[in-house]
């Protein structure tokens, strides 16, 4: 082999992990989009519930907390239209805000019931099929739906395709771990898992200023449109490269397997791997599922709605870019230190340390969490750092 090109096969494996990465921030920014422009969308596709609220431009140019109290004080069409200046204009409109059960439906119990179910039975896949072919195929699914809801005209719509667009993204996280354990070797795999899990902050922090600021922008007419047209073509081109340059890579066992393949083979070993769901009901397992279902059920319900509730409690405050700084520069920081760090403690202490890493992480993150909802907007953004490096 040409001595450069030898070089550059040593880099392969960081191009796999740059690609998958791509692939699933993009994912995650088309999963987060819809609760950064829910108020834009339900006013074109029409769902959601109706409010008086203060007219965007007064929100912009003008700000006042005693007109937004009166705004926030009419319960009906009526009594909002007849809050006006002392020339009769009027500084409230009755609209759809973007929130409401239908806006929950849409972002929630949507996405999460198929994602979920969609996981399981596309992990299984995983460990029996090649899993670049499918990783390629659900990121594709991911950018198709992602970009054919940038189309939808009825509620009906963007309910179906988001939840095509989580079958697709289901088979991300299972697919790639797997494809990344066997590419590189345990002692970096915290650090590689830690950068791929990156996307999902970068997704998150990317849908901040992509969905407010180039939706406001409202470049060719799209409004809201364009930022779901923009991630969907970006995620089928990454559909595209990771179906023609990715191999599939040989599968090695990791952990505790390869210390049961030295030990040698026994029966009582045997049937463990041949019945999967002995392994699924122990007892470290259950509780992982417990836990990470605690952990995922306050993250998600604070990622669909924090744009929102940040808009509502401080309007007059645009907090976009320090969400995305947030998110997605101080949580990348945190997971890439925090795998990393894991790393050096699986070395000296056995691969169980990460367990106590994580139960400690989530122990300390646990009081900013409740001072990113309970502070002023300085308070918040300022707690709100230290969530992602835990």
Not at 63 to 81: D, G, I, K, R, V
């Amino acid at each position: 082999m040409i001595p450069v090109l030898k070089k550059l096969s040593g880099l392969y494996g960081w191009y796999i992990l740059v690609v998958l990465t791509l692939g699933y921030l993009t994912a995650e920014l088309g999963h987060f989009l819809i609760g950064v422009t829910s108020k834009q969308t339900a006013r074109d596709v029409l769902y959601g519930d109706i409010a008086c609220m203060l007219k965007e431009q007064i929100l912009e140019e003008n700000f006042n907390l005693t007109m937004q109290f009166a705004c926030e004080s009419a319960s009906n069409q009526s009594s909002c239209e007849a809050l006006t200046y002392e020339d009769g204009e009027q500084y409230c409109e009755w609209n759809r805000n973007g929130l409401g059960i239908d806006y929950q439906v849409l972002a929630g119990p949507s996405f999460i019931a198929v994602y979920t179910i969609g996981g399981v039975i596309l992990g299984i896949a995983a460990d029996k099929y090649k899993r670049v072919p499918m990783l390629a195929a659900a990121v594709l699914v991911c950018g198709i739906s992602v970009f054919l809801i940038g189309a939808a005209k009825e509620f009906w719509h963007l309910l179906v395709l988001r939840m095509l667009f989580a079958a697709g993204e289901a088979a991300l996280n299972p697919m790639s771990t797997g494809v990344l354990s066997d590419i590189f070797p345990e002692n970096l795999r915290a650090l590689v898992m830690s950068i791929f899990n990156w996307g999902i902050y970068g997704g998150i922090g990317f849908s901040f200023p992509v969905g407010r600021y180039i939706t406001s922008w409202n470049l060719w007419d799209l409004g809201w449109r364009l930022p779901y047209y923009g991630s969907g073509i970006f995620a089928i081109i990454i559909g595209i490269l990771t179906a023609t340059t990715l191999r599939e890579p040989e599968r090695s066992a990791i952990g505790e397997e390869k210390e049961e393949e030295k030990e040698g083979p026994s029966q009582e070993k045997s049937d463990k791997k041949e019945n999967p769901w002995k392994v699924l009901l122990t007892p470290r397992f259950v509780m992982l599922c417990i836990a990470a279902s605690i952990r995922h059920t306050g993250g998600l319900c604070f990622a669909y709605n924090c744009d929102q509730f940040y808009r509502v409690v401080f309007p007059h405050i645009d907090l976009s870019g320090w969400l995305f700084f947030v998110t997605c520069i101080v949580g990348g920081v945190g997971v890439i230190v925090g795998g990393y760090a894991s790393d050096k403690l699986v070395a000296g202490m056995g691969i169980r340390s990460r367990v106590a890493i994580l139960a400690l992480s989530q122990l300390i993150a646990t009081p900013f969490a409740f001072g990113s909802i309970y502070m002023g907007p300085v308070g918040s953004m300022v707690t709100r750092h230290f969530i992602p490096l835990c």
